[in-house]
Structure formats: C-alpha cells, structure tokens
C-alpha cells in the first residue's frame, strides 16, 4: 500500500500493541490514537508513550503522531466494573459486568472523525470475535455495519481492518513474533498492559498482572499454548 496511511486504535495493552506492529508491517504512515475513558486500569495510558517510544525508534519514518482523545462521558454513564469500583463476574444479562455499552461504537466514532481530519481512510481495531468475552460491540458484523454507518456519516469511505478478528490469544502471540521476532514478543511482555486491575507489581512469564482477572486467565493461557502448543 504505496502512499497509504492508517490510523491505529492503541490503548497500550497486548492486542493493540500487535495491530501497531502489523499496520507499520503494512502502510507508509501510522499514527495512534487512544481514549481516556476513566478506565480503572489507567496504567494501560502510561504504558502507551513507552511502547511507542521504542517502536517508533524501529519505524521513525513511518511512525507519526500519537492522539489521545478524552471520553468520559463512559466514565459518567458509568456502572461497568472497568469503570466503576466494581467486582468483574458474570452479570444477568450474559456478559461479564466489564461490559461497557457502546464503547467500540463511541471508539470506531471518534476514531474516524480524527481520520476525517487527518486524511485517513483506513483504521485498525484489535477487536477479536474468538476467545473474547462476549461482548457484543466486538463482533465483525458490529465492527463492519458500523464502519458502513460511519461512510455514509462522513460520505467518505472509512475502512476498519481487525487483524485479529479471527485469531485466538495463543495465535496473537505468534503473529506478533512473525511481525517483529522475539523483539516485539519481549516488548509486549515487558511493556503492554492487558490486566483489568492495571498490576504493575506482579511478573510473570507471559507480563505483568494481577494473575486472576479474565485478562489476565486469558493472556496467560494463549501465552502457554503459544509457547507449547
Ligand atoms: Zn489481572
């Protein structure tokens, strides 16, 4: 894609870490984008500047500007434990109570208003339909007929690529080494944060963590069938 440009969603945790790595794999010029939502796990904002800091030293033609968009009006509506002092479980509805309504909408939404401003056409989600948690707004048929509504808003085409739409946490580790080696593998590891409780305290083989939150469960076992599938 000689001349292209894409702008990443790049919260600072392991799946949008990869999708960095696999758009600079594939555009001229990448620039990220993040959202500021009162998540609980802020450490997640801190490990963002890190992260780029050492890829754009690998990529310093191709990797431009970093934007960091406040949304809280997530935080006001509130009632999600990622947002709220609440327990992470399953709720009534089916879905564990870390579903925020709406968020991937309200995310794709003012990604692609910046991309309007920016010149950019094509934006790039970790968004992930297998191994995720049922969240809704996850989907590909969500993703998809959300980037045909936000084409038709701005009367420009806005592409969504989801590079690990189909791809469980073990193969997200893998694209990740086939992207950018044991390097990018160590940086995830050392630097991405994925833990809803935002741990920094406790290492662990596969990063740091609280070790038992359903980030944490799933991260750690894609990590060993990554390892010794
Ligand atoms: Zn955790």
Not at 50 to 75: C, N, S, T, W, Y
Not at 180 to 189: H, P, W
């Amino acid at each position: 894609m000689s001349g292209s440009s894409a702008l990443v969603l790049f919260s600072g945790g392991q799946d949008s870490t990869v999708c960095l790595a696999w758009a600079l794999s594939r555009f001229d010029r990448v620039e990220t984008v993040g959202f500021d939502y009162g998540q609980r796990h802020a450490t997640e904002l801190k490990a963002r500047p890190v992260i780029l800091e050492k890829l754009r030293a690998q990529h310093p033609a191709r990797l431009g500007d970093d934007h960091l968009l406040p949304l809280a009006v997530l935080k006001d509506i509130g009632g999600s434990a990622l947002t709220d002092d609440r327990k992470i479980e399953m709720g009534e509805n089916g879905l564990p109570t870390s579903f925020v309504p709406g968020r991937n909408v309200l995310f794709l939404t003012a990604a692609a208003a910046l991309g309007y401003r920016r010149g950019i056409a094509d934006l790039v989600g970790g968004m992930c339909e297998t191994d995720y948690s049922g969240y809704p707004d996850c989907r590909d048929e969500t993703v998809q007929a959300t980037a045909r509504a936000l084409s038709l808003a701005l009367a420009r085409e806005v592409r969504v690529h989801t590079p690990l739409m189909r791809l469980d946490k073990a193969a997200t580790w893998t694209l990740a080494e086939a992207l950018g080696g044991a390097a990018l593998v160590k940086l995830i590891v050392e630097d991405s944060v994925t833990c809803y409780e935002g741990d920094r305290t406790q290492r662990h083989e596969w990063g740091y963590g609280c070790g038992a939150c359903p980030a944490c469960e799933l991260r750690a076992a894609g990590y060993r069938r990554y390892i010794a599938p």
